[in-house]
T-cell receptor, first 114, second 109 residues
Framework: SQTIHQWPATLVQPVGSPLSLECTVE??????LYWYRQAAGRGLQLLFY??????ISSEVPQNLSASRPQDRQFILSSKKLLLSDSGFYLC?????????????FGPGTRLTVT | GQSLEQPSEVTAVEGAIVQINCTYQ??????LSWYQQHDGGAPTFLSY????GLEETGRFSSFLSRSDSYGYLLLQELQMKDSASYFC??????????FGAGTQVVVTP
């Protein structure tokens, strides 16, 4: 069966510090991968998506970046965090096959920038 | 892009029926999904409508009308465990989802 892992679960970082969040998927090959951010009491905002290794599309211009160094690994990074980067970060995957619409979400990382 | 509107909160008693409406403005609309999210948890998939009409999955049903740019999620025989946030999300041909702001469903005894 497929599983998706994210770490860390919670993170408190000062403004201006770097960030690296990791997401890995097991039990599937060549998944589509997604990074979302959710502010408190709000919907999910798509940040990045990837259909393959090294292929990253950015949905929202900001101080975050993403990389996909391996087929089932997706990394979200920042060189200098802003207060507005606080939120719940969710990684998700989908099969990318025609007729498959479900996205499967990881447990998320709750980031607080102080 | 897409924008989706849904009510912010709905309260109902156990055993009742709740309907959560979602209207959308679209470019490249492909279908409408619904996700459930409990406090502090990850969203989980409930349903997907690509065609007009009703899709039923147990106590939950979802409806889509493309001509009206409208859909709804119907929750029947409400249980306490159904207290959660429910999101409609528009799916585009690239496989991307645009989420609404969510509807908080509060189930009371």
């Amino acid at each position: 069966s497929q599983t998706i892992h994210q770490w860390p679960a919670t993170l408190v970082q000062p403004v201006g510090s770097p960030l690296s969040l990791e997401c890995t998927v097991e039990g599937t090959s060549n998944p589509n991968l997604y990074w979302y951010r959710q502010a408190a009491g709000r919907g999910l905002q798509l940040l990045f998506y990837s259909v393959g290794i090294g292929q990253i599309s950015s949905e929202v211009p900001q101080n975050l970046s993403a990389s996909r160094p391996q087929d089932r690994q997706f990394i979200l990074s920042s060189k200098k965090l802003l207060l507005s980067d606080s939120g719940f970060y969710l990684c998700a995957w989908s099969s990318g096959l025609a007729g498959s619409y479900e996205q499967y979400f990881g447990p998320g990382t709750r980031l607080t920038v102080t | 892009g897409q924008s989706l509107e849904q009510p912010s909160e709905v309260t109902a008693v156990e055993g009742a029926i709740v309907q959560i409406n979602c209207t959308y403005q679209t470019s490249g609309f492909y279908g409408l999904s619904w996700y459930q999210q409990h406090d502090g948890g990850a969203p989980t998939f409930l349903s997907y409508n690509a065609l007009d009409g009703l899709e039923e999955t147990g106590r939950f049903s979802s409806f889509l009308s493309r001509s009206d740019s409208y859909g709804y999620l119907l929750l029947q025989e409400l249980q306490m465990k159904d207290s959660a946030s429910y999101f409609c999300a528009a799916y585009d041909s690239w496989g991307k989802l645009q989420f609404g702001a969510g509807t908080q469903v509060v189930v009371t005894p």
